[in-house]
């Protein structure tokens, strides 16, 4: 009997805890005159940057922090009768920091409420490099797996007997891997303290798909 030829895709995704969290943050300030929008950014940053570099340390809950990206500018705003207003001045930085306690970002985003201009737009919540690599290694196995069996019911659905693989090949891991949202939640707290801010990060998603093709020889 000429061998049958079955294709299929097989496919395995895993939701897991961020082991860690980056966030994306923008400090600016804009004012009519340019030396004072400029002067009072820096003062910020400075206070920003050392919020940080006290927490980036060995053992500490920031591993790595940036800040680059500074932008500067001017614009002449209309006022609503069409006139040309005078020229505004704007400065701006950008700032990443990847925490690995997730309490700590939560005080870390409560402090920075205080700090005029400084606005944060979202967090990447990861895994580390190594648990990344662990978890595609088992997801891609059980993908493979995942394609066997879809093969063998196929085949036993024909009574052609056990499958032997013939190809496989891999179009990537797939899946979100980071989030890139922010979710917060305020709870409630003793009627003499502020109210606690806590942050509630959804799983990340690995996915894996493989494409296979197996063959079974059926009976004489």
Do not use: C, N
């Not at 409420?113 to 190594?130: K, R």
């Not at 891997?177 to 109210?195: D, E, F, I, K, N």
């Amino acid at each position: 009997m000429t061998p049958v030829r079955i294709a299929v895709r097989g496919i395995h995704s895993v939701r897991v805890p961020p082991e860690q969290a980056t966030v994306h943050a923008m400090l600016s300030g804009e004012g009519r005159s340019a030396e004072p929008v400029f002067q009072a950014v820096a003062a910020a940053l400075a206070e920003v940057r050392g919020s940080l570099e006290s927490r980036h340390h060995p053992g500490g809950p920031v591993t790595r922090y940036a800040v680059d990206q500074v932008r500067t500018g001017s614009h002449r705003p209309f006022h609503p009768d069409g006139e040309q207003l005078p020229p505004v001045y704007t400065a701006s930085v950008s700032i990443t920091a990847t925490f690995t306690d997730f309490d700590d970002l939560a005080a870390w985003v409560r402090w920075g409420a205080q700090i005029g201009g400084l606005g944060i737009s979202h967090v990447d919540w990861a895994l580390t490099a190594a648990s990344r690599r662990k978890v595609e290694r088992k997801t891609r196995r059980r993908a493979v797996r995942d394609a066997r069996r879809r093969a063998q019911d196929y085949a036993d659905a024909l009574d052609l007997g056990p499958v032997e693989v013939s190809s496989i090949s891999d179009p990537g891991i797939g899946g979100p891997g980071q989030r890139t949202v922010l979710m917060a939640a305020a709870s409630a707290a003793p009627a003499a303290g502020p109210a606690e801010f806590a942050l509630r990060p959804d799983e990340v998603e690995v996915a894996a798909d493989v494409e296979a093709v197996f063959t079974v020889r059926g009976g004489a």
